[in-house]
């Protein structure tokens, strides 16, 4: 026992068993765990401490309710033993660890000692420990062993707290026999097992929200590993596992470092949460951060820490993997069918797994490594690494002194792998995989386990980029094709897709860094793409996709697109058909890599309508956008034409039309105008309208409002709309000559698919029942989202360089909450300003705004009034907040 555990305060007396002074003993003891923890004290010294506190504490409360280790009777001798099993059996217990017992005898016990036990369980429970027991007789329990694979991997590490331990050794034969889950059978049902929990975290380490125990990389990941090794020899794993030469020294070592650095992680978390969870959520990795001792200002403390957290996950995920490949060789043996045979003078074949024939072949020659991946790409009936080969390559890595793109033969290789159609798949995601990106990319060790503290980057910044080549990849793909048709199309007819790999490698690897992140990469990737010898025209290319590889994202969902200057302006920096379609893939697959919620059909259609609409023009061979006239009566002419197919009187349109200026057929759509008249002609328009396209619009729902323009109209559509849980996407506000407004406003479910059928009506009714309403009643306050508290987003109004200069563009960039769009146009209304579009783009747990603004003589603002605008909506948002 560690001389640490006698200061404890742990000390039990016989006269002293009740209540409140047992919560005063596990009190005492977690406040002097906790401080020995913030004072460094080894963090497996503290978590077997606490287990061996339970112990004294069950063995007391044990002789207390006086349960003997053996009942005997005229016919038969009954034993009884109190077993710690799973994490308590293995001596280790977190402040909030459940403490999992099993109450075992030979027969059923007799009514008294059933009840003494009982009186045990219920005051464990008085005293609020997480107790988990069962109560069994040996055969019962052998039974459920062989029933359920959780119950068997509990017993494995079960160990006696008090009574007979005769009777724990004869459950533990028993199990441990081949009657009971075959060491072969436990093998696979325990990494089916692992396989259907990592499905659940996406089988992805670099959540941003990871659970220390279930997570990819965690701490489960460890524990498979120990059941399945004492599963097959029957003593602790590390211990024997050396014996068997599985691990080098060094591997050893990082099994322990690994697993410190998850239990000071877990136990740091237990001490600040008061409800059992192994979450790592945004809400406490900051305070968790703070008690580990990380250091920085605003989130930098987290973003430390979860970097750390990161390159242990990818260690033990590394782990893992070689570790139940070896046990796979050594537990279910190479199928003797399957032989052995010779790729080349370095690799062979085993069991469909690429070996090394020289276990020093990659510190002899680095540049093999390389070979390597080139050669699985070769063999198209390689499937992975074979354990052997997994244990060189970490062996070689660790002794590498430069990066392996140094040496000439290393490139040569690496640009022979990134042309191969199954590249991605079968060589880039597996150098990710096994560190070899690090070793091989300048600049990638840097974001290798970044993260950047927001609800936006789902992932780390290595592992979206991965997930980025690898969406770029399924462009290919049937699946891909349904996705994406515009992308997948545009993909086929690249020459060289290639270049799209180097780029999105690259075009993140700038992050973490002071500086534009995209400037930053363009000047890395220049010097890799010389280093390489790429010709001028690729390097160009590559250098211009990784600086503006925003651009398209940022044009599509936060500008206006139906301002011919906003196209014309997107058209002038990619300048050539070539730019837009490698664009246009590296785009649709860096919004899909960043976030899975993120993509919808209405970004989709938002990336196709700017697509198409540069396409058209490169095609046409004019870089400029036709002028505004011209647009707004191809719109007139195109609607008109479909509306007298459909039978509407010619005059009655035109006489509807007169009340309408240039601005409506220029901003709207000809199938948006037909649908306008449809609804408009029969209506009386002195009333108020409100009508929801049954069709989609470019992947959203529509809806009009036709309404006597008044001051708040947009604060009061805004309102409704969030109070029936529809987030806006777009809104395009139009007033006619006789003051009415015309409104569209692009709505989607929180889900980010169309309105659901069933629901037009009652939004309908809703929105008619709030233009009715005489006087504006304000924004319906609601508490932000949970997920949403933890993350400071300071309010930021920015004026935009306006294309035309009657109008004044404002950018918001705020936190994201209920009730944010109806708090705007409230300010709006109260300045008498006018607003006739506005773009909605949230991201993460931010919004960025656009809204295109004029006076009330339909001028751009001054600066006096910017100024006013710009305090009233900080003030506004400040007290939403």
């Known amino acids: 026992m560690h001389a640490l555990y006698s200061n404890s305060p742990l000390n039990f007396s016989d006269e002293q068993i009740n209540i409140n002074y047992l919560k005063q003993q596990l009190n005492d003891f977690q406040q002097w765990s906790i401080t020995q923890f913030k004072q460094n004290v080894d963090i497996d010294i503290l978590v077997h401490l606490r287990s061996h506190f339970i112990d004294e504490l069950l063995q007391r409360l044990w002789r207390y309710f006086q349960i003997p280790e053996q009942v005997s009777s005229l016919f038969k001798q009954n034993r009884i033993a109190l077993i710690a099993v799973g994490g308590y059996g293995r001596t280790e217990l977190h402040p909030l660890s459940d403490i999992d017992i ?27 420990l997480d107790i988990g027991h069962s109560v069994r007789t040996l055969k019962t329990c052998i039974q459920e062993a062989k029933n359920d694979i959780t119950t068997m991997t509990n017993l494995l590490e079960s160990r006696i707290i008090a009574g007979s331990q005769s009777l724990l050794d004869e459950l533990r034969k028993q199990i441990f026999s081949d009657k009971i889950w075959p060491s072969a059978t436990f093998f696979r049902a325990k990494v089916k097992e692992q396989q259907d929990r990592h499905k659940q975290y996406h089988s992805t380490s670099y959540n941003l929200e990871p659970d220390l125990k279930n997570s990819p990389g965690g701490l489960r990941d460890m524990q498979t590993i120990q059941w399945i090794a004492i599963r097959h020899y029957g003593e602790e794993f590390l211990q024997k596992i050396a014996h068997f030469d599985y691990l080098t020294p060094e591997d050893i070592e990082d099994f322990k470092t690994c697993r410190k650095f998850l239990w000071r992680i877990r136990f740091a978390l237990h001490s600040v949460i008061t409800r059992y969870d192994n979450r790592l959520l945004f809400d406490r990795q900051l305070s968790i951060a703070n008690m580990l001792g990380y250091q920085g200002q605003g989130n930098t403390p987290v973003e430390k820490m979860m970097h750390d957290y990161y390159r242990v996950a990818h260690n033990i995920t590394e782990l893992n993997q070689m570790l139940l490949q070896l046990f796979d060789e050594s537990i279910l043996e190479l199928n003797p069918q399957n032989k052995i045979y010779d790729i080349d003078q370095y690799f062979q074949i085993r069991e469909k797994l690429i070996d090394v024939k020289d276990d020093n072949l990659f510190k002899k020659d680095p540049v093999m490594i390389l070979q390597l991946f080139y050669t699985i790409l070769l063999n198209p009936q390689i499937i992975g690494l074979y354990s052997n080969t997994i244990r060189q390559l970490r062996s070689a890595r660790r002794k590498l002194t430069t990066l392996l793109s140094e040496d000439a033969k290393a490139r040569s290789l690496f640009m022979k792998i990134i042309k191969h159609p199954d590249a991605i798949k079968k060589a880039i995601l597996p150098m990710h995989q096994y560190g070899i990106l690090t ?443």
């Open 439 to 881: 070793a091989y990319i300048p600049g990638w060790k840097h974001i290798a386990g970044m993260m950047q503290f927001d609800l936006f980057h789902a992932y780390t910044v290595d592992e979206h980029t991965i997930r980025l080549l690898l969406e770029l990849d399924s462009f290919k793909t049937e699946s891909g094709k349904k996705r994406h048709p515009n992308s997948s199309k545009v993909f086929a007819k690249l020459s060289k897709p290639e270049l799209l790999v180097i780029t999105g490698l690259f075009h993140d690897i700038g992050k973490g860094r002071h500086g534009d992140h995209s400037e930053i990469g363009a000047k890395l990737v220049e010097k890799f793409c010389q280093l390489h010898e790429l010709e001028p025209r690729d390097t160009d290319l590559i250098i211009w996709l990784v600086r503006y590889h925003l651009l398209m994202s940022v044009t599509a969902q936060n500008r206006d697109l139906q301002d011919p200057a906003v196209i014309s302006e997107f058209i002038q920096i990619v300048k050539s058909e070539r730019r837009l379609q490698y664009l246009l893939c590296l785009t649709v697959a860096d919004v899909c890599a960043t976030n899975e919620t993120l993509w919808n059909s209405w970004k989709q259609s938002l990336m196709r309508q700017l697509y198409e609409t540069a396409k058209r023009s490169f095609d046409s061979g004019i870089h400029q956008i036709p002028e505004q006239r011209s647009i707004a009566r191809q719109h007139k002419q195109e609607a008109l034409a479909i509306l007298l197919k459909q039978n509407y009187d010619e005059q009655q349109i035109k006489n509807l039309w007169l009340d309408y200026r240039i601005d409506y057929f220029l901003r709207y759509t000809t199938e948006q105008i037909v649908w306008h008249v449809q609804n408009l002609l029969p209506h009386d328009l002195n009333q108020i309208l409100v009508s929801i396209n049954p069709n989609p619009y470019h992947g959203g729902t529509e809806i009009i409002i036709y309404s006597p323009d008044r001051p708040y109209l947009f604060a009061t559509v805004c309102n409704t709309l969030n109070n029936h849980n529809l987030s806006i996407h777009d809104a395009l506000i139009i007033t006619n000559k006789k003051g009415f407004a015309l409104d569209t406003f692009i709505v989607l479910e929180p889900n980010g698919q169309t309105l659901q059928k069933d629901r037009h009506l009652s939004i309908i009714q809703a929105l008619t029942k709030a233009l009715k309403q005489p006087v504006y009643k304000g924004v319906t306050v609601k508490p932000p989202k949970q997920r949403l508290r933890s993350f400071s987003v300071p309010t930021q109004v920015n004026f935009l360089s306006a294309f035309n200069e009657r109008q004044t563009y404002m950018e918001l960039i705020a936190l994201d909450r209920p009730g944010l769009l109806a708090c705007v146009g409230e300010v709006f209304a109260n300045l008498d300003l006018s607003l006739s579009s506005a773009k909605i783009a949230t991201i993460g747990e931010h919004v960025e705004d656009l809204f295109i603004l004029t006076d009330k003589n339909n001028n751009a603002l001054d600066d006096s009034t910017c100024y006013q605008l710009r305090e009233s909506i900080v003030n506004a948002i400040e007290l939403l907040n």
């Open 102 to 128: 099993l109450i075992l005898s030979d027969y059923p016990c007799a009514k008294d000692i059933e009840q003494r036990i009982s009186d045990l369980v219920r005051l464990l429970w008085d005293l609020h």
